[in-house]
Structure formats: structure tokens, C-alpha cells
């Protein structure tokens, strides 16, 4: 009895979620990548998340 009540239960240790992922700062999208992402939230019809991204007199002001 005194065995059982001494006894921990002890889970497994789980794998990081991050492992083998790449961290850190990540490069910045390209203009290609921004359209792609504009034209689908276009057709979606997600004005909202239109909104939120970056406009084209955004990327010629970086592009400059």
C-alpha cells in the first residue's frame, strides 16, 4: 500500500512544437508575394484584411 502512495506518475516529455523550425527574424515579402496575398483577399471579399495589408503606394515608397 505505502508503495503505491509513494509513487509518482511521471508524463512523458513532449517534443518542442519548434523544433527544427526556423526561428528568428524571417525576410521580407516580396512585391509578387503582396499582390498573391491582395488579389485572394480581393476575390474572398475580406475588405477588412484588404485593409491591413500593405498598399501599392506602400511598396513603391520601400521600392524607391
Not at 527574424?25 to 509578387?32: E, G, N, Q, S, V
Not at 480581393?42 to 520601400?62: F, V
Amino acid at each position: 500500500m505505502q508503495d503505491q502512495e509513494n509513487t509518482a506518475v511521471i508524463a512523458p516529455r513532449r517534443a518542442p512544437w519548434n523544433k527544427g523550425k526556423l526561428i528568428g527574424a524571417k525576410p521580407p515579402l516580396r512585391p509578387k508575394h503582396v499582390w498573391s496575398i491582395r488579389t485572394k483577399l480581393q476575390i474572398e471579399g475580406r475588405t477588412r484584411d484588404l485593409a491591413m495589408c500593405p498598399s501599392s503606394e506602400y511598396l513603391r515608397q520601400k521600392a524607391a
